[in-house]
């Protein structure tokens, strides 16, 4: 199947760009900088994306699909591969883990509790000693940022005013409380994509309440697309959820079972709505957003050729 061809070129190409991206960014964790002389400030890492400092979200975005992607063409890849991409999952964790970006080192946590209750409900009988060790070298990895002083810095660093309750002191509150003003001055359709940068003068209430965007896809489709674009966003992130939940409350499941779980995955995590988030119409981030539904319906529309393949 020509399209099966395709996936895998894009999944070789995707990987050896992980590979490099993670390799990259862990050596500029270790020597201050990177290949290209790129750094951040201590505790946060820049990559190879030069002062967007995003390596952690890009890469915590995208691990499930390169799961779902290895899982489809499996059988054609030797042991070298195997091992190839096995290494690369875990320097992205890594890499992940000590990028400073707590928005992805959430969205890891999340989508590795989703892979451990999908594995232990599944297979715990039969892999008891391999799940344990597994459970424990996650663990030591996830627990990394929190043992190294720059991470642990930057993870906790202002913690005390982004969990406050104060507008005048949390600024993605201030930012959120602009964003709905917005939306009840025009509630149905909105003040137009990318308005946030442009009005949000006009209904902060406090000094702090303006920025290019509030921070939060929901409020950000609320307040430039009003209630029609939040609620066809939030609809399907309603529709993922309930799709993840069938696959994880699933008596038996196949290879084609966890490779939709893993782009199910990729979009909840990117759909998430309680996590600050860039804006909605970045041009990178529209494309870490459709990437994966783009996968999900070819999985969709090929469930039975797929089936049979996996």
């Known amino acids: 199947m020509e399209n099966k061809k395709i996936l895998n070129y894009f999944f070789i190409i995707a990987l050896i760009t992980f590979f490099i991206v993670s390799l990259d960014g ?53 042991n070298f591969f195997k091992l190839f991409f096995i290494i690369t999952i875990i320097l992205s964790i890594v ?6 970006e707590r928005a992805a080192l959430i969205f890891l946590i999340i989508s590795i509790l989703l892979y451990l209750v999908l594995f232990l409900k ?17 663990l030591a990895i996830l627990s990394s940022p929190f043992m190294i002083e720059n991470s642990k810095d930057r993870i906790f660093n202002s913690m005390e ?18 964003a709905y003003e917005m939306f009840l001055n025009k509630p149905i359709l909105g003040h137009g994509p990318k308005s946030f940068r442009l009005k949000c003068d006009d209904f902060k209430n406090y000094d702090i309440g303006c920025n290019m965007h509030p921070h939060n896809t929901y409020l ?5 697309t009003g209630f029609l674009g939040f609620i066809f966003i939030f609809s399907f992130f309603i529709y993922i ?13 196949n290879n084609y079972d966890l490779c939709k779980f893993s782009i199910l995955i ?11 988030s860039g804006s909605f119409f970045n041009n990178w981030i529209s ?16 469930k039975k050729y797929m089936m049979k393949e996996l």
Not at 48 to 77: A, H, T
Not at 95 to 100: A, F, N, P
Not at 220 to 224: A, G, M, R, Y
Request: charged share 10%.
């Open 266 to 276: 990729s979009i909840f995590i990117n759909t998430f709505p309680f996590i600050p």
């Open 161 to 178: 005013v982004h969990t406050s309750l104060d507008f005048n002191k949390n600024h993605y509150l201030a930012y959120y409380n602009s």
């Open 241 to 253: 959820s309930i799709n993840l939940l069938k696959i994880l409350f699933k008596k038996d499941i």
């Open 95 to 100: 890499t992940i883990s000590l990028s400073g």
């Open 287 to 302: 494309v870490i957003y459709f990437l994966p539904l783009s996968f999900y319906l070819y999985l969709i529309e090929n």
């Open 26 to 78: 862990l050596y500029e964790f270790i020597y201050g900088q990177n290949i290209l002389n790129n750094k951040a400030f201590p505790g946060r890492i820049a990559g190879l994306f030069g002062d967007e400092w995003v390596i952690g979200s890009f890469l915590s975005r995208i691990l499930p699909i390169m799961i779902c992607l290895y899982l489809i063409n499996q059988n054609k890849y030797n």
């Open 220 to 224: 950000q489709l609320l307040s430039e």
């Open 122 to 138: 599944n297979y715990f009988s039969q892999y008891k000693i391999f799940a344990i060790v597994l459970i424990l070298f996650l």
